[in-house]
């Protein structure tokens, strides 16, 4: 219904009609609905995904004051805290939840900030180039794929624009491994500590960068962080103790591992 309205109306076009399709309290209603669903069900661990705006983030935050039982994680991704609806990356950006304007992204910096987000993702789902781009419509909102990859410029994007704000390494690591690795019942990872993975990162915190698609690994072909300018550069990863990644290069073989979880 709400994009029928936008698309009506026709003032908005871009991330900012998008935006206005998937309103911010239809996403805080989302987050009452699946809050007293988890009560009524007895379900006493919950997750709030993707929270993308302020009316989100005080929506749940108010659901763990009525269901204080129920124990509430709460989650951001990169792309609503690196991107808003003002971002020339246009239609490349389009994801549910939408981007929203910056007021909501410094909203979403705030709780973080404030420990009020419990971990930091990249949900990452690549899309073709052709599948955001209309060949007769090609800045037509509607009628491109929602989603896009950002694995690569998760650690980078939080410690560029966390620090700026105040954030610490060890918080930066709590929102990027501990936290999430506890929830998912990962139990060798997010510390460095005897009998974890040694799954490691080596990082220049003061080397600075410009985002290109061309210097990516994906098979994408774009990115919409293209031309930002992040500080905080990963110069080497180690899986389990070996390196996989070093100076912009992959180096050494694949090394997956099925990881096993209690499935309580």
């Not at 929270?51 to 951001?76: C, G, N, T, W, Y």
Request: net charge neutral; with cysteine; proline share 5%.
């Amino acid at each position: 219904a709400y994009t029928k309205i936008v698309e009506r109306e026709g003032r908005l076009d871009g991330l900012a009609a998008y935006s206005a399709a998937r309103p911010p309290h239809a996403e805080g209603l989302a987050i009452w609905i699946a809050s007293y669903l988890a009560y009524e069900t007895e379900c006493l661990n919950i997750n709030l995904l993707h929270l993308s705006s302020k009316k989100a983030i005080d929506a749940a935050l108010m659901m763990q004051k009525i269901f204080p039982h129920i124990h509430f994680r709460r989650e951001v991704t990169i792309g609503h805290l690196l991107l808003d609806t003002d971002c020339a990356c246009g239609v490349l950006a389009k994801v549910n939840p939408p981007i929203r304007p910056r007021a909501d992204v410094e909203a979403l910096w705030e709780a973080v900030i404030e420990h009020k987000v419990d971990w930091i993702v990249s949900d990452h789902a690549c899309c073709a180039t052709e599948q955001k781009y209309s060949a007769q419509f090609p800045k037509k909102i509607w009628l491109a794929k929602s989603g896009f990859g950002g694995t690569e410029y998760l650690l980078s994007g939080v410690l560029s624009e966390g620090r700026k704000r105040g954030m610490g390494y060890n918080h930066i690591a709590e929102v990027l491994s501990w936290n999430p690795a506890r929830r998912y019942g990962l139990l060798a990872k997010g510390d460095i500590a005897p009998g974890f993975d040694a799954d490691l990162v080596l990082v220049d915190p003061d080397e600075s960068f410009v985002v290109r698609a061309a210097d990516s690994e994906s098979a994408q072909g774009y990115t919409p962080f293209e031309g930002q300018e992040l500080t905080g550069r990963v110069k080497t990863t180690f899986l389990r103790g070996r390196p996989v990644y070093r100076d912009g290069n992959i180096v050494g073989a694949p090394g997956g591992k099925y990881l096993r979880r209690p499935a309580k």
